[in-house]
């Protein structure tokens, strides 16, 4: 039997940060649930009565206010008895859940107290105030007060010695004398509330507990964080992470956690090339690292680019799939090898190296969706999607030192006398001009191929993901694009008037 930790110690920072996120986020919770169930019984007319005969008889003494505000400071102490984000995870849900449960109490079963108005003068008139506050209006059974108090006792128990067990549920024992003695509870309140703890506790913390679900929520929280980087660099990442999660709460949250992982995992991988994410070393170097470990299913890399990866291939249960991804990081690798040479590609070699990206991409995210249709029964959209990416990026890449635009029109550029890795420089050519008028023009016959490609696939299962794609793109090339270079303007109406 392993020895029991000391009860209270003080967390390493990297840990206190993650359970003071923890406790912020229960608070806030809090807040909303309890709040919010406090302002929905206030339409209430009338209310439950469970007050006990002998009630009447117990006295208000609002010294015992300092008792009843001292909860919070019980619950405070969590952040020292738990000191990883992994022990504190059961405390925090059972609370999470006895919040939850309360609240559907005090909608179903509104209480109308019966004892009568409380004054209080003097000394004790500020504590007794801030106890009322707290307790806010009508969230009656069961008492959440006590259920805190004694879900903390019940958790910081296990951990302590005799001593430490008898004091604190001394503690929880007069925090529930509290809420009587200062007139905020009834005595059915109080037992419903020790029972609230008891119940949730027992249920809760084993749950809580185990491996995989810490290691699943581990993964969610790494998720959360990254869609959090993406969308500080770029709103477009934010929504696709909105849309992610609005995909996983339409269907079973496990079965949808693929699209959230190789989202984040795949995007990491992009900036870490791009440059856009700092790591020790070469880029080409650390992908090198992370295709080896996952390749091999050796090493033992913690962190959230391994972490992710190996969850994205135990969710993707099927060898393609799982090929799918080496080969879509190796080719994404490609574009950080010609930054470092300094590379100018030919039209077709940069049109073959997009379409390469999408079509893995777009297939990978198909198949985690489950979606009955694949890349290949889209191949217009896949080179739409290519056209798009590099025209959406092309001035952040030129400066980055991706030249995505070919090297024969970089060629004319610079016989013009102007730089064609300066967007500017570039478009003021007349070659630099054309070039992009010709590609905005290839690019209506690829959405208008697109149409007719989508329009026969029909009734498939996935569908409606590609024609999302469509229409995203087709907003780019009608609005955006024109508005980035008004000349196109002209170009792009004269075809939406042929058409």
């Not at 206030?42 to 001292?70: D, K, N, Q």
């Not at 604190?168 to 529930?176: C, N, V």
């Not at 016959?445 to 024609?467: C, I, S």
Request: some cysteine; charged content about 20%.
């Amino acid at each position: 039997m392993s020895p029991r930790p000391a009860l209270f110690g003080w967390p390493r920072k990297e840990e206190l940060s993650l359970t003071a996120a923890m406790a912020t986020g229960f608070a806030l919770f809090f807040v909303a649930v309890y709040g919010g169930a406090s302002w929905l019984t206030g339409f209430y007319t009338g209310g439950l009565r469970v007050e006990l005969s002998f009630e009447r008889h117990i006295p208000f003494m609002p010294p015992w206010a300092l008792v009843y505000v001292s909860m919070d400071v019980l619950l405070l102490l969590s952040l020292f008895v738990f000191r990883t984000w992994r022990d504190m995870v059961p405390f925090a849900l059972a609370l999470c859940v006895e919040t939850a449960l309360a609240a559907v109490c005090f909608l179903l079963f509104p209480v109308e107290v019966a004892w009568p108005p409380r004054a209080v003068e003097g000394a004790w008139a500020g504590v007794f105030q801030l106890a009322d506050t707290l307790n806010l209006e009508r969230n009656y059974l069961p008492s959440l007060h006590v259920a805190f108090a004694c879900t903390a006792a019940l958790a910081y128990a296990e951990r302590a010695g005799v001593l430490g067990r008898i004091l604190f549920g001394l503690w929880a024992l007069a925090i529930a004398a509290s809420t009587l003695l200062i007139h905020e509870h009834h005595v059915v309140d109080v037992v419903a509330g020790a029972l609230l703890a008891w119940g949730t506790w027992r249920w809760v913390a084993p749950w809580a507990r185990r491996t995989a679900f810490l290691e699943a929520l581990r993964v969610e929280a790494l998720c959360a964080r990254e869609s959090y980087r993406f969308a500080r660099r770029h709103l477009r990442y934010g929504l696709i992470a909105l849309v992610l999660y609005r995909y996983a709460v339409s269907r079973w949250w496990r079965e949808a956690r693929g699209a959230r992982v190789g989202f984040c995992f795949l995007q990491l991988v992009d900036d870490v090339l791009d440059g856009d994410r700092a790591v020790d070393g070469e880029p080409l170097d650390w992908v090198d690292a992370l295709l080896w470990e996952l390749e091999s299913g050796r090493g033992e890399d913690r962190g959230t680019a391994a972490t992710l990866g190996r969850v994205l291939l135990e969710q993707l249960g099927d060898d393609t799939a799982r090929a799918q991804v080496f080969a879509l990081v190796r080719t994404m690798r490609k574009d950080r090898e010609r930054v470092k040479a300094g590379q100018w590609w030919s039209a077709e070699a940069l049109r073959a190296q997009q379409r390469d990206t999408f079509c893995l991409s777009v297939d990978l995210m198909l198949h985690v969706a489950g979606a009955g249709v694949r890349a290949e029964d889209a191949p217009a959209l896949m080179e739409a999607f290519g056209w798009c990416s590099v025209m959406r990026d092309l001035r952040e890449d030129l400066a980055q030192g991706l030249y995505n635009v070919p090297e024969e029109v970089a060629a004319a550029v610079r016989g013009d006398g102007a730089d064609p890795t300066d967007i500017d420089a570039l478009l003021g050519t007349e070659a630099g001009r054309a070039w992009m008028t010709a590609e905005h023009v290839r690019a209506r016959a690829l959405l208008d191929g697109t149409a007719g490609q989508l329009a026969a696939l029909e009734g498939r299962p996935g569908l409606a993901l590609l024609r999302l794609f469509h229409r995203s793109i087709e907003s780019f090339w009608r609005k955006r694009l024109p508005r980035r270079h008004p000349f196109l303007a002209e170009v792009t109406a004269r075809r939406l008037q042929g058409a």
